[in-house]
């Protein structure tokens, strides 16, 4: 029979435009959020962080806002390239655990030439 | 700078071996974690060590599976008896700590026939 796997949320934008990635985490305790990229064939990459007394932080085309109220992350891409196309995790540290971190389930990002 | 480095790349052998997964972790890191992925489950936690000691086993699926890290370079994961629902891909992180981002190697790759 057909295997059943997890189903990854898709987004898919044209080159040059910016994409936004959401994730909501579940531990109102966490004090410490990762965003990493994945490409096929590899480990999950470190893009950005930021720490819970910060509400946003900005890298290199790379924007993480974080809404501790309603407990929500999101990763933004400004003019998202061919290269950005993989999947997508968020990850929280749940304080005191030693740096164990919760990844979330992905988000595949497609981006169209 | 060398990354986390995983070995071997690829693992296939028949069930009922016994599959040793090796990871050598940033030098100056004093967390390493490992982790399992596949398509029905996503990205799994282990076990992790800091400071060369276990610190939660609790993602070990069964007695099958053991983790050591005899020193601060270097950690095995070991699959005995495996089993083909073992089959995924393994990968070590290693972290300095507490809120630092944890690093991946690109993984090994097991199939179990």
């Known amino acids: 029979g057909e295997s059943v796997g997890l189903h990854l949320p898709t987004l898919s934008v044209q080159e040059g435009d910016n994409s936004i990635i959401n994730c909501a985490y579940s531990?109102?305790?966490?004090?410490?959020f990762i965003w990493y990229k994945q490409e096929s064939g590899k480990g999950p990459q470190f893009i950005i962080d930021?720490?819970?007394?910060?509400d946003k932080r900005q890298g290199q085309r790379v924007t993480v806002l974080l809404n501790k109220t309603v407990k929500h992350l999101s990763l933004q891409i400004a003019a998202t390239q061919p290269g950005d196309s993989a999947v997508y995790f968020c990850a929280e540290n749940m304080g005191n655990q030693g740096g164990k971190l919760i990844f979330g389930q992905g988000t595949e990002l497609s981006v169209k030439p | 700078d060398a990354g986390v480095i995983q070995s071997p790349r690829h693992e296939v052998t028949e069930m009922g071996q016994e599959v040793t997964l090796r990871c050598k972790p940033i030098?100056?890191?004093?967390?390493l974690f490992w982790y399992r992925q596949t398509m029905m489950r996503g990205l799994e936690l282990l076990i992790y060590f800091n400071n060369n000691v276990p610190i939660d086993d609790s993602g070990m699926p069964e007695d099958r599976f053991s983790a050591k890290m005899p020193n601060a370079s270097f950690s095995t994961l070991k699959i005995q008896p495996s089993e083909p629902r073992d089959s995924a891909v393994y990968f070590c992180?290693?972290?300095?700590?507490?809120?630092?981002?944890?690093?991946f190697g690109d993984g090994t790759r097991l199939s179990i026939l």
């Open positions: 992180a290693s972290s300095g700590g507490g809120n630092q981002p944890q690093h």
């Open positions: 030098s100056g890191h004093n967390s």
């Open positions: 930021i720490r819970s007394n910060m």
């Open positions: 531990n109102s305790a966490s004090d410490y």
